[in-house]
């Protein structure tokens, strides 16, 4: 069993940064992958990235390269999303996730828990 808390979600102008925090307990952190995925109203939820169990390796889905960044923090139990550069179109509910899967998962069912998901509006 793993429990995922969301931070960081607000609202924000076009261009702006935010940083969403996301806080991990239940199981062996460095035994999970952890990813990000978003959803807008009406939308499929898409991947966003994930950083790999020692922090060593991050991929991220083609829609959001560049201005956001994935890190985790292993001994503080807390992976983060940085988000710079942000648009309108950026807008979602952000949420959290845990997978056990080896390589590199970015669908949804690769994903076993999921935060509540935390809420980022970029306004024009």
């Known amino acids: 069993q793993v429990q995922l808390v969301e931070s960081g979600g607000g609202l924000v102008q076009a261009g702006g940064s935010l940083r969403l925090s996301c806080a991990a307990s239940?199981?062996?952190?460095?035994?999970?992958?952890l990813g990000w995925f978003r959803q807008a109203p009406g939308a499929e939820r898409e991947f966003v990235g994930a950083?790999?169990?020692?922090?060593?390796?991050?991929y991220y889905g083609d829609s959001v390269k560049g201005p956001f960044t994935i890190s985790r923090d292993n001994p503080k139990n807390t992976v983060f999303l940085q988000m710079n550069s942000l648009k309108p179109e950026d807008t979602a509910v952000y949420y959290c996730?845990?997978?056990?899967?080896?390589?590199?998962?970015?669908?949804?069912?690769?994903?076993?828990?999921w935060g509540q998901g935390t809420q980022v509006t970029v306004s024009s």
């Open positions: 996730a845990a997978s056990f899967k080896m390589g590199f998962p970015s669908r949804t069912s690769d994903y076993d828990y």
């Open positions: 239940g199981r062996t952190f460095t035994s999970i992958n």
């Open positions: 950083v790999s169990r020692s922090g060593g390796s991050t």
